[in-house]
């Protein structure tokens, strides 16, 4: 799969501070990476309804990370997924009556365009899940031949030439951390596994809560060669585990994504990779939700806000940027006419204050800024600064010789606003 172009980051004075992040799941703040290399995945997108503002706030909010990682001088290796065959892609494509290798197709390239808009630096590993077939097939392979997976038998009609070869399904059980949530009863998190694409009620498998590996040929669907396992296709988080594994191997610092990813997703992959041997990522981070009029942003609700229609309007995407960097990555927030006209204001003033030769001293707001993103990406705190720099230098004035220019090139490098 083809990533977008990466934008360019410009060389700005010092160094940044080791930074620490919450991690979801021991609700800790910890050290991301101990470096020397930083690894990170970031789970992509089901590309059919792509780009909307929930989507744009993950990736910019993990965007902070991978740049101040650079900044304290490590090397970062960041992969990526795009689910581009699942069953949300496939329903979707037949509701439209459209192809379903057109639309993610199509997807695929608006979410690039919006990326490179948004000035999000692209990652190193980007795949694709059709193109991924052929190590899920043996990844899979080695689960069964582990006995840490089993298989499930076929209604009528499915499996084409092998009918009698199953589903194939990870048995959560043999890891003892999987399915139990905090705060939750096993029947409430069965219910979140169904409404969250999970199929808890599917006849002959040993725990509600297993997740489908490999599912096999339907009449209607798409299904590639498996080998011993029967044609078919992946699951949804085995997928990204092959992924994981391809590219930063099974144990590595950070899993990411929305909140809403958290459970089954992320839990289950993390089990696939030390169900292979690895430890999984070290910290989940996971970022809050997005509203719209007061109503949380869904492809269901059909209430979404997208990247690219805001671009049509002609709003300049680094105003999208800062009105999505004025919130705390994990906080949920509302998308409002206000918190935008908020951002092109706050871009204007920005703007307006580097504009000159002379300024205040940038340089302790650039410490400002690094201190803030490594005390978990707290990016409005940032933003704070630079507004104080910027108010200084309009109402004041201020008689460092290129001063502005540091500015300018330290919130490009550190917060992908181009001034
Ligand atoms: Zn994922």
Redesign the pocket.
């Known amino acids: 799969m083809l990533t977008w172009p990466a934008p360019f980051l410009p060389a700005i004075p010092g160094t940044g501070f080791p930074v620490h992040l919450h991690d979801s799941v021991t609700g800790r703040r910890v050290l991301a990476s101990a470096g020397p290399v930083a690894t990170m995945y970031v789970?992509?997108i089901t590309p059919y309804d792509a780009t909307h503002l929930g989507h744009a706030s993950t990736y910019i909010a993990f965007d902070l990370l991978h740049r101040a990682w650079l900044d304290a001088g490590l090397t970062v290796h960041y992969a990526s997924?795009v689910t581009d065959v699942d069953d949300p892609l496939l329903e979707r494509a037949s509701a439209t009556g459209t192809d379903w290798r057109s639309l993610a197709t199509e997807q695929t390239a608006l979410f690039a365009e919006d990326m490179t808009a948004l000035a999000v630096l692209p990652p190193h590993t980007y795949l694709g899940a059709v193109e991924t077939i052929p190590t899920v097939v043996t990844t899979v392979q080695r689960l069964l031949d582990a006995g840490l997976a089993y298989r499930v038998p076929l209604e009528d009609g499915a499996g084409g030439d092998h009918p009698e070869l199953g589903d194939v399904y990870a048995d959560v059980t043999i890891d003892p951390g999987t399915g139990s949530l905090e705060g939750l009863t096993h029947d409430e998190t069965v219910a979140l596994f169904a409404e969250r694409g999970g199929d808890p009620q599917r006849a002959g498998k040993r725990d509600p809560l297993d997740p489908a590996l490999w599912r096999r040929e339907r009449p209607g669907e798409p299904s590639w060669d498996g080998g011993a396992l029967g044609t078919g296709r992946p699951g949804w988080h085995i997928e990204?585990t092959v992924i994981a594994e391809r590219s930063l191997g099974l144990s590595f610092d950070v899993q990411a994504?929305g909140r809403d990813?958290c459970f089954p997703?992320h839990e289950m992959?993390a089990a696939h990779c030390r169900a292979l041997g690895g430890h999984g990522p070290r910290i989940q981070a996971h970022a809050g939700m997005v509203a719209l009029d007061g109503t949380k942003m869904s492809k269901s609700l059909g209430n979404l806000v997208l990247v690219s229609r805001l671009r049509e309007r002609g709003i300049d995407p680094m105003a999208v940027r800062l009105a999505v960097l004025a919130h705390h990555y994990r906080s949920d927030w509302e998308w409002t006419d206000e918190v935008l006209a908020s951002a092109v204001a706050r871009l204007d003033r920005w703007r307006s204050a580097v504009s000159g030769n002379g300024g205040p001293d940038a340089l302790p707001t650039v410490e400002e800024i690094r201190r803030a993103l490594a005390d978990d990406l707290d990016a409005p705190a940032a933003l704070r600064a630079v507004d104080a720099w910027a108010d200084a230098s309009l109402s004041l004035g201020g008689t460092v010789e290129g001063a502005p220019g540091v500015l300018s090139r330290s919130v490009d490098a550190l917060l992908g606003i181009r001034l």
Do not use: D, I, M, R
């Open positions: 789970c992509g997924n990204c994504g990813l997703h992959s």
